[in-house]
């Protein structure tokens, strides 16, 4: 090869790599986001079923009232899976059945629920407790600074405490929280802000104040406590995110095959309707009291195309924006789903 032969060579190689280099990475289209929304139908029990299950949930309540752990009647009468654990969960706002969430939720601690009914299943819920998970709080810190010379750390922390006692009174008295933080608090951080400390998830401030914070009812304001900064004065201003830790015992109502037939037929109804070009909202609404079937609507939601069960995967990628799958059983259940956006 002569020189100049080498010198094209290395032209062109260098050629390559730089446009090699400037290629647009592809993306991999399993990861692409569509936008979808879902008509679903479960089978309605018959009200003889139902009765049935009813009387055991009756039966089992009556041996809680009487003092039989409650642990131990959900590992032998629930179907459901918690049954295992002794029905323990631990369950936020919005993820049990709309019926069972409003009762949990409403329940006071340490209580029992009677027989909670929904279409499907009947319930018996324990509530152990509930925590929020989210606070946002302010403070006045008055801090223990020694002073005097040769002052104990007690004393000094003893000074703290009547001055910030004497603050807790003016407040008691009607003065301005914001005001007090921002001419008397210690905290430069939050002082400027009124003593506004924002929002904190728990185990991420002092304990003792954490406790306070989550402990008080919102809008209310602690009596000075003791930290190792100082003496703190705590108002929650508002809490979130509360988690419940519950038990729960199901009873699941059987559903025969002619009941699921009996859905399947309303769902193709409602399906030759939204063929012809009805709203999926309009007809959950239209077909909400129908006997054969209960309807559930999902609002129009984002999901990566990975993440699609594979019988809709399939028919997802054949489909326009627009299109409506064919009807798709899954676990007794069936549904169709329409094509809103496609990446």
């Known amino acids: 090869m002569t020189k100049s032969q080498r010198k094209l060579v290395i032209f062109f190689s260098f050629f390559i790599l730089i446009a090699t280099g400037c290629k647009k990475e592809e993306k991999n289209p399993n990861l692409a986001m569509i936008k979808i929304e879902q008509l679903q139908v479960r089978a309605r029990p018959s009200a003889e079923e139902y009765a049935k299950v009813e009387e055991e949930a009756k039966k089992v309540l009556q041996k809680l009232q009487e003092g039989a752990d409650f642990a131990e009647m959900a590992r032998t009468y629930s179907t459901n899976t918690s049954g295992q654990r002794g029905g323990e969960m631990t ?47 302010s403070h006045i810190l008055v801090k223990p600074i020694e002073a005097v010379k040769g002052e104990s750390k007690e004393a000094s922390f003893a000074r703290a405490k009547d001055k910030a006692r004497e603050i807790y009174q003016r407040v008691q008295k009607g003065e301005n929280f914001y005001d007090l933080a921002k001419k008397y608090s210690e905290d430069e951080g939050s002082a400027q802000n009124g003593g506004d400390v924002g929002w904190t998830k728990r185990n991420f401030l002092d304990k003792d104040y954490e406790t306070v914070a989550f402990g008080q009812k919102e809008g209310e304001i602690s009596e000075p406590i003791r930290t190792r900064f100082g003496y703190h004065i705590v108002r929650t201003v508002k809490k979130k995110d509360l988690s419940l830790h519950v038990r729960l015992i199901e009873f699941k109502v ?38 054969d079937g209960l309807f559930i609507y999902s609002e129009p ?42 990446d």
């Not at 009762?103 to 499907?120: A, Y």
């Not at 909202?281 to 009291?289: G, I």
């Not at 326009?320 to 094509?339: H, N, P």
């Open 91 to 137: 369950v936020a706002e919005g993820w049990l059945e709309p019926e069972l969430n409003k009762t949990v939720f409403s329940m006071p601690d340490s209580s029992l629920s009677g027989i909670i009914r929904t279409p499907e299943a009947l319930y018996l819920a324990y509530r152990e407790y509930g925590e929020y998970l989210q606070v946002r709080s």
């Open 301 to 342: 939601y984002g999901v990566r195309k990975n993440m699609l069960v594979p019988e809709l995967a399939v028919q997802i990628e054949k489909m326009g924006e627009g299109g409506i799958t064919d009807i798709i059983e899954r676990d007794k259940e069936y549904y169709f789903v329409r094509l809103i956006k496609k």
């Open 254 to 291: 059987p559903i025969s095959d002619a009941e699921l037939a009996k859905a399947r037929a309303a769902l193709e109804e409602a399906y030759k309707q939204a063929r012809a070009g009805t709203e999926l909202k309009t007809l959950a609404q239209r077909f909400a009291d129908n006997p």
